[in-house]
């Protein structure tokens, strides 16, 4: 691993003009908001802050690379969409595109376009993806599965832990 400190060759921050700390290795990194972030997607991180607006039905899924976002993404999608998508319908878009395509990463969409509107862009629900932690995103509202039922997306192995009218 490489590490470069500001002053000493780290490169400027997209959009901020101030160096950061910076990270070779697998991809290059960026120390921001005390997290690493990809170097090629800061910039779209930078935009999703600060133009995203975030809606009562959106699905965000949070994870790390490489801690199954794939699988997560598809069982995600699946259970969201299972009213126009049935399971066993043959034309099922995860039968014939990859969960990526399926779920876009937040991250990559305001890359690409820092002035983009997602309400145009996808469809309520709207599934969306980041590896960035949702703390870095200071403007959404998060629903904590451990607290609150309308934030219960997965099972709680530990049933303490489970809202009370989950528990069994």
């Known amino acids: 691993m490489t590490y470069v400190q500001s002053g000493r060759g780290g490169k400027p921050c997209p959009r901020r003009g101030r160096t950061h700390i910076f990270l070779t290795h697998w991809l290059p990194c960026r120390l921001y908001g005390g997290f690493w972030v ?8 930078i935009a999703a802050q600060q133009h995203m607006v975030s809606r009562d039905d959106d699905v965000l899924v949070t994870a790390l690379p ?4 794939t699988w997560l993404k598809s069982l995600v999608f699946a259970v969201v ?3 126009t998508h049935p ?5 099922h878009p995860l039968r014939r595109t990859n969960p990526h395509d399926c779920v876009e990463f937040l991250e990559e ?6 002035e983009v509107d997602l309400e ?4 309520p629900p709207r599934i969306l993806s980041i590896h960035t932690p ?13 607290t609150e039922e309308s934030g219960m997306a997965c ?5 303490e832990q489970r809202p009370p009218s989950l528990r069994k």
């Open 38 to 45: 990809f170097e090629d997607w800061l910039p779209g991180t």
């Open 66 to 69: 490489k801690s199954g976002v």
């Open 81 to 83: 969409r299972c009213g």
């Open 87 to 91: 399971p066993a319908d043959p034309t």
């Open 109 to 114: 969409i305001y890359a690409q376009n820092r």
């Open 120 to 123: 145009a862009l996808l469809s």
């Open 134 to 146: 949702y703390s870095v995103l200071t403007k959404i509202e998060v629903v904590n599965p451990l």
């Open 155 to 159: 099972s709680i192995p530990v049933p």
